[in-house]
Structures are given as C-alpha cells and as structure tokens.
C-alpha cells in the first residue's frame, strides 16, 4: 500500500502476518473495546487495569488488543488473562487507521469502543459512554480527555493544544463537528458500513477528523459525554511533542488533500487563525497557575511551527 492513496480506499488491509488469536469472539457482546499497542508496555498495563475496573458488566464487553509492539505484549496480555475477556491480535503497524480497523472487523460487540494504550480510563468511562448513546447507532459518542495532576510542561501544553481544538471544532453555538479518535464510542455496523477509518491516512494522523466528517455527512451525529474521563499520558519531552505535532500537520495536509478529491461542499476547512486561538487560549490558561500559564503561552509558537513544518512538508512531498 502507498502513502499517496489516489486509488481507492481500501477497507480493510492485512497485514504480512496473520493476528494471533488468544480467545473467540463473545457471543451477544455488547461492546468491544478496541487498544491498540504499540511498544508501551507500562502504560498498557495501566490501560488495561483501568478495564478491568469499569463499573460496566465486564459479561458485556470485550477488550480487543491489536498488538503491533515488536516484540508482542504476551507477557502484559497474560497478567490480564483471567480479569478480561481480552482478545490478543498480533499485527504489523501499518498505522492508526489500519490498525484500528482490524480491531474493529474482529470484534464481537455490537458498539465499538477506541482508547489509547497511554490512556487510563475512569471506572464509569464505558458506562457513562453507553448512557449518552442511548443505544441509536446514529450516534459517534466522545469522551473528555484530560492529563494526570502534576503533569510536566509538555505534557499541559499538549493538553491545552487538545482544548483549544475541542473549543474550536466544538463551539457552543453550534453541533459538535470532531472528537477525538483515541476515546470515542459508536455502532460496529455503522462503523464498518463507512468502511472504517481511511487506510490513505497511512501513518499519519487526523483519520479521526475525516471519520467525523463522514459519519455526520452520512445521517449520523457526534455526541460529546464529559462524564466519560481517560487521563491521557501526553508527550512528555520537547521532541516527543514537535514530533507528534508533526505528524498532526501531515495529517492536516492528507486530510486536505481527500476532502478535495471528495468534492466536500458540506464539510469546509476550519482554519484556526490568529485572533481565534488567543480567545481559545484564554479559559485553558486561567486554570493554570501565572508562571504554568506563562510558559505555556511561550510554548505555543512551537506547536504552531512544529505543525505548520509538518503541512509543508507533507504537500511538498505529496506535490
């Protein structure tokens, strides 16, 4: 598969390797929960303990490990054994959306359910999820991601970079247009009908911006649940954010680039300009403390630069 993707989309790639299988589907599963893992062992497990805890009928729900760490978790998996039904699919890391869409085409339940394997979910994530669903397969339900207190520097500037983003795709005058991919809910029939997450994306990032477009151009709606809390382990060092960044201003460019071959007419580019960022700035930093804030608000020409680089180079790359 290449990264240019002017063919079209395929649904669902193999990977070189056939997955590895530890348990069958559940029979009458209500939700999957779809982790994939990628060299994180620690915080997988902390992931996973965090599942283990759901107030959520544990008979109801399943845990879809696509493993793609070099070598495989088997070791975190076995831990785990006897508290979840945790399936274990090992795959080769052909990206966010490839990945996650294997977790998807396997699972048993009738809702899907995406984390991070960096995230760690309050015991009513699952639950809180459903509720807000109301079991209308027309709903993408999103949950509130926020950091651990006493989180480094890096780490808080991520998390302002994702409230600003919520604030700006997400105002309060009007529907809600993105959630974010690493902790949302929706129907597995819905999902797969849609053909998944883009495989164009490859190893890039925003697949989760162009599935929102799609799931609302589709009759469907995005729900924001902020009862549903995952701490998120955000990059922690300076070249773990500009990287991460990045890879977010590729995906942007990728994400772009589909939208014109598309011919989108519904769904325009928000573009997120001077002015509008210091008003979304502003309710982020007042929770901070004056010295945070300050470094914060010091920090943010870097995530613009490292994002804008990543644009460019991507659309200089793509011609």
């Known amino acids: 598969m290449t990264e240019t993707g002017k063919s079209k989309r395929p649904v669902f790639t193999e990977a070189g390797h056939p997955p590895v299988r530890t348990a069958p589907p559940v029979a009458d599963c209500d939700v999957s929960v779809v982790v994939v893992t990628w060299n994180r062992e620690e915080p997988l497990r902390r992931c996973l303990e965090s599942l283990a805890a759901q107030s959520f009928p544990h008979d109801r729900m399943e ?3 696509v493993d793609v760490s070099d070598p495989p978790v088997r070791g ?9 039904c945790l399936r274990h699919e090992v795959f080769s890391n052909q990206g966010v959306a490839i990945n996650r869409n294997h977790g998807a085409r396997v699972a048993g339940g009738r809702w899907l359910a995406f984390i991070d394997d960096d995230c760690v979910a309050d015991s009513e994530w699952l639950t809180e999820l459903m ?14 991601i926020t950091i651990a207190p006493g989180a480094g520097l890096w780490a808080i500037v991520g998390q302002v970079v994702l409230d600003v983003v919520h604030a700006h795709f997400n105002p309060s ?10 902790c949302i809910l929706g129907s597995r029939e819905r999902f797969l009908a849609l053909e998944g997450l883009d495989a164009r994306f490859g190893l890039l990032g925003a697949e989760d911006r162009d599935l929102c477009d799609r799931w609302r151009e589709s009759g469907g709606f995005l729900s924001y649940c902020p009862g549903a809390v995952v701490l998120h ?4 060092t300076l070249r773990g954010f500009v990287r991460q960044q990045f890879n977010f201003g590729r995906g ?9 071959q598309r011919a989108r007419q519904a769904a325009p580019v928000r573009r997120l300009a001077a002015a509008p960022l210091r008003s979304l700035l502003r309710e982020p930093l007042q929770k901070l403390p004056f010295w945070r804030a300050l470094q914060v608000r010091l920090s943010v020409p870097v995530w613009r630069l490292a994002y804008a680089s990543g644009f460019l180079w991507q659309r200089l790359t793509e011609g």
């Open 233 to 236: 382990d955000h990059r922690t």
């Open 173 to 182: 005058s009007g529907p809600v247009t993105f959630l974010p991919g690493g």
């Open 252 to 260: 942007a460019c990728r994400y772009r680039a589909l939208q014109r």
């Open 63 to 65: 845990v879809v490990l």
């Open 131 to 144: 509720r807000e669903a109301r079991d209308d397969h027309r709903a993408l339900v999103g949950g509130r």
């Open 76 to 84: 975190v998996v076995a831990e785990f054994a006897n508290r979840l």
